[in-house]
């Protein structure tokens, strides 16, 4: 049985399809993604060439969706959607023009989704880690062991928030990346405090920009869902991007043409938490929220379909 899941991040739209074992696992069937960049004219409302660029979008996943003879799919829609005056109306239009309904999650449902996703993927070893999804329009953040989810939290403060804020400069200018790192700081403080009740030395990065860091790096996974990165790979490539400009970033290896223009203040970003949460290894996930939500839907199946079990 093939299942789907469509992700209509602020940046991202994503499309995932797999086939549904009967003991509950799911093999990849396709994958594809297409920035969209909802925000890109500004987070509070939808501008009308990223609004028809979504519209599109979704109508090229359907019919993909069609074609690989899905049999059930969920769509799903986070900061962006949520956030834009004109965010309803985008759904609205969506549900016209190819039927896809999307159903808008909150901050804590990603990151509980998030959680199922990533456990899936990263053995936990000892005690906690910091779970870190990077968004557009969203960040999520997670402690958690492999068995419980201590603290969870949504903040926006995605990297297209953070771009359109603060960054008016290529390279990013030092005083730009403090003006962040004092955002960071008032916005995150309950992150600063879940932190100091439960500590660990492990984050956790479940999204493109950690993707980027793994890709810099050029070297082969050892493990097929994870890779586990050192500060000592990760700072370099830290700072060759929030040092390069424009058309540097664009010559790099490893970093796709779609991520140059927000990528320093991702990296600004993972640096700030890596930073003050007393971070020394990080480690990258192939699996987040969209295989949270597959794991859901397959157990649902199993429910109401127990022979599938």
């Excluded at 086939?19 to 409302?45: I, P, S, T």
């Excluded at 969706?65 to 956030?83: I, N, P, Q, S």
């Excluded at 998030?114 to 993927?121: D, F, N």
């Excluded at 936990?124 to 062991?145: N, P, Q, Y």
Aim: charged content about 20%; some cysteine; aromatic content about 8%.
């Amino acid at each position: 049985m093939r299942l789907a899941v469509i992700d209509c991040g602020t940046n991202t739209f994503h499309l995932l399809v797999v086939e549904m074992q009967a003991d509950g696992r799911f093999e990849q069937v396709f994958k594809q993604r297409q920035y969209v960049r909802l925000g890109q004219e500004g987070l509070d409302h939808i501008g009308a060439t990223p609004f028809q660029r979504g519209i599109d979008c979704i109508a090229v996943f359907k019919e993909k969706m069609e074609e690989l003879d899905v049999v059930r799919y969920r769509a799903f829609g986070t900061e962006a959607l949520r956030r834009a005056d004109n965010g309803s109306d985008f759904v609205a239009a969506v549900k016209a023009s190819s039927g896809v309904d999307i159903q808008l999650i909150t901050g804590s449902e990603e990151a509980r989704l998030i959680h199922l996703g990533v456990k899936q993927a990263v053995p936990f070893f000892k005690g906690k880690t910091l779970i870190m999804d990077i968004g557009g329009g969203s960040v999520e953040f997670i402690i958690a062991s492999e068995a419980e989810v201590f603290w969870a939290q949504s903040f926006p403060i995605g990297v297209q928030v953070l771009f359109s804020r603060f960054q008016k400069n290529d390279p990013i200018l030092p005083a730009e990346i403090e003006a962040i790192h004092a955002h960071l700081a008032e916005v995150l403080a309950p992150l600063h405090t879940a932190l100091r009740q439960h500590q660990t030395p492990l984050l956790t990065g479940a999204s493109g920009s950690f993707e980027v860091v793994e890709d810099m790096l050029a070297r082969e996974r050892e493990h097929p869902l994870f890779a586990i990165i050192s500060l000592d790979e990760f700072y370099p490539i830290h700072t060759s991007i929030i040092t390069a400009s424009f058309d540097e970033r664009m010559k790099m290896p490893g970093l796709p043409p779609e991520r140059v223009e927000l990528i320093a203040v991702a990296f600004v970003l993972m640096d700030y938490v890596v930073k003050n949460a007393g971070i020394q290894q990080i480690v990258t996930s192939a699996y987040a929220m969209k295989e949270g939500m597959l794991l859901e839907m397959g157990a649902d199946l199993a429910v109401k379909m127990p022979h599938m079990a």
